[in-house]
């Protein structure tokens, strides 16, 4: 993830990004870039807001790399409370 969910989740308290994301793909907006629709952030803030709320939280990452050590893409399905979604992120600009 861009920003451990382990902080966010009551883990440790470093800041650490673990997957390379672009700006306008981990932010909630971009001040060179425009806010793109498939944001990753959107979707951290709602899986955080139903953790908050207890609700129960399922989630698998799934990292799709080109020819360097950053991701082109990443598929995130998660489950809040059993219900299911599925978002795909294109983390290459262009």
């Known amino acids: 993830m861009g920003i451990s969910s382990r902080t966010r989740g009551g883990g440790g308290r470093e800041r650490i990004n673990i997957v390379g994301m672009l700006e306008e793909l981990n932010r909630s907006g971009s001040p060179r870039y425009r806010k793109i629709a498939a944001n990753y952030y959107d979707m951290e803030a709602e899986i955080r807001a139903a953790v908050n709320g207890g609700s129960k939280v399922d989630i698998d990452l799934y990292i ?23 978002e795909v992120f294109t983390n290459v600009r262009g």
């Open 64 to 86: 799709e790399y080109g020819d360097s050590n950053v991701p082109t893409e990443l598929t995130a399905q998660y489950a809040i409370d059993g219900i299911v979604e599925r």
